[in-house]
């Protein structure tokens, strides 16, 4: 079946920089979208980006010109950067994918999910 694993997360300190790293496998073919979310405690898991056939992107205003999603499509790999982080960016970071087109934000959108990887941003 189909499977996601995230790696890269950390704790740094604010201002400082990560990259995220979700490897993708089962796939038969290529899978038309994947995302990352994030999830702090108490908190509703929130989209972030998205991105199709190795370049059509979108993101969260709260993280455009800060955040990058980009994906080798050759080593199925999806990657986050993560720049100039804040503390309140400290949450655990999920990557999602769904066999259907980039429409929707939510989790129920994307059928597969990985086990997340924590970030945290403290001085």
């Known amino acids: 079946q189909v499977q996601l694993v995230e790696s890269g997360g950390g704790s740094v300190q604010p201002g400082e920089s990560l990259r995220l790293s979700c490897v993708v496998s089962?796939?038969?073919?290529?899978?038309?979208?994947t995302a990352w979310f994030r999830q702090a405690p108490g908190k509703e898991r929130e989209w972030l980006a998205h991105?199709?056939?190795?370049?059509?992107?979108d993101y969260a205003e709260s993280v455009k010109g800060r955040f990058t999603i980009s994906e080798d499509i050759a080593k199925s790999i999806v990657y986050l950067q993560v720049n100039s982080l804040k503390p309140e960016d400290t949450a655990m970071y999920f990557c999602?994918?769904?066999?259907?087109?980039?429409?929707?934000?939510?989790?129920?959108?994307?059928?597969?999910w990985g086990q997340g990887t924590q970030v945290t941003v403290s001085s």
């Open positions: 991105i199709s056939d190795g370049r059509t992107t």
């Open positions: 089962g796939y038969r073919y290529i899978r038309p979208c």
């Open positions: 999602a994918a769904t066999d259907y087109f980039c429409f929707g934000r939510t989790s129920t959108d994307f059928a597969y």
